[in-house]
């Protein structure tokens, strides 16, 4: 039997395709340019300095198109996402400009699902991505897992306009050691088939993503993906309180005792920041902000039950003091939550 104890997420979804809304279907089309790297410096930019790989493993606030670096004598070996090569970014102290970043033409109500494979090329100050459209932000803060370990990140985002957007990714980590990550296999999906003319939008109003189960319906502008069919039906259990002494908060999560299989997505203050993720003793690592005065929850929706029923999650909270640590259970028809307390 497993034991009880609890904590917090971040993003690795197991298909593109469900992340679209569930009348939307993805359309299977990459708009993003050379987003596996394949053809180096075309398609996208960079406010980084772009240089060769081994000048980039040198200086900071710089990117390089490469293979392995671990030919370079300064980061480990790691091998692309996919194809031959990846993008090498060495961290820069300013966080406004674009580690990546491309411009594409969009319409206005239709949906967009971003993806990208993230990597560690350092143990130390791990990256903090972040996917903005237009400079404003339209994901949650992922941290990049441990080194070597590729995982995905996505978002979803509906625009308000026809015209261009400039889809870019910013590292909020600032840190001078450290701080070296890789990307590969960006992509920049619509859902659904190509919406009707600006004057029929007016009568016909854009769908809308799905209410978070227990909570009321709502169009948060820089939602990730809406629930699954299989978990609108779900309640949310009253929440286990924790408190905390910062309202910026580093959170891993991971299985409890022993790996058997259990699989999740979590949402924060009412918007997904993961979507069908597999539980390992892995942690996978989230910076949450709290938001003033109000309730701030983090809700745990298990996929499966795994080996050993219920559902159950350790999770690891650092508010920049020290380490706590709770655990979360969850089934097929109650979702666990956390709530997190300021100490004044």
Request: proline fraction near 10%.
């Amino acid at each position: 039997m497993k034991k009880l104890l609890p904590l917090p997420l971040l993003l690795l979804c197991l298909s593109a395709r469900a992340q679209c809304p569930e009348a939307l279907p993805a359309s299977g089309l990459n708009l993003a340019p050379n987003g596996d790297f394949e053809t180096a410096a075309t398609g996208w930019f960079s406010g980084y300095d772009p240089t060769d790989a081994l000048r980039c493993a040198q200086r900071h606030a710089t990117t390089a198109v490469f293979g392995d670096p671990g030919s370079l004598g300064t980061w480990p070996s790691v091998r692309p996402k996919q194809g031959q090569r990846m993008l090498l970014v060495n961290g820069a102290t300013d966080w406004n400009s674009a580690a990546w970043a491309t411009r594409l033409p969009v319409r206005q109500g239709r949906y967009y699902w971003v993806e990208y494979w993230l990597t560690s090329l350092s143990p130390d100050n791990r990256a903090m991505l972040q996917l903005k459209v237009d400079g404003n932000p339209v994901s949650g803060v992922f941290m990049g897992p441990a080194v070597g370990n590729w995982q995905r990140f996505s978002t979803r985002w509906q625009s308000p306009y026809d015209g261009t957007a400039t889809f870019a990714l910013h590292n909020l980590a600032t840190q001078v050691e450290g701080n070296d990550f890789a990307l590969d296999a960006i992509r920049v999906e619509p859902c659904g088939p190509e919406p009707p003319p600006l004057a029929q939008l007016a009568q016909a109003p854009a769908q809308t993503p799905d209410a978070l189960p227990g909570q009321p319906e709502q169009t948060p502008p820089a939602s990730p993906s809406g629930p699954r069919p299989d978990q609108m039906a779900r309640t949310v259990k009253p929440p286990r309180e924790l408190q905390v002494q910062s309202a910026t908060l580093r959170v891993r999560v991971l299985d409890n005792m022993r790996v058997d299989g259990d699989s999740v997505s979590i949402a924060f203050n009412g918007q997904w920041l993961v979507q069908g993720h597999a539980i390992t003793h892995e942690p996978l690592e989230l910076l949450l902000t709290l938001l003033p005065g109000q309730d701030n929850d983090l809700v745990l929706h298990a996929l499966n039950l795994g080996q050993e029923p219920p559902n159950t999650a350790s999770l690891e909270v650092h508010d920049g003091t020290r380490w706590q640590k709770v655990v979360l259970q969850s089934d097929l028809s109650r979702s666990g939550s956390l709530r997190f307390g300021l100490r004044e």
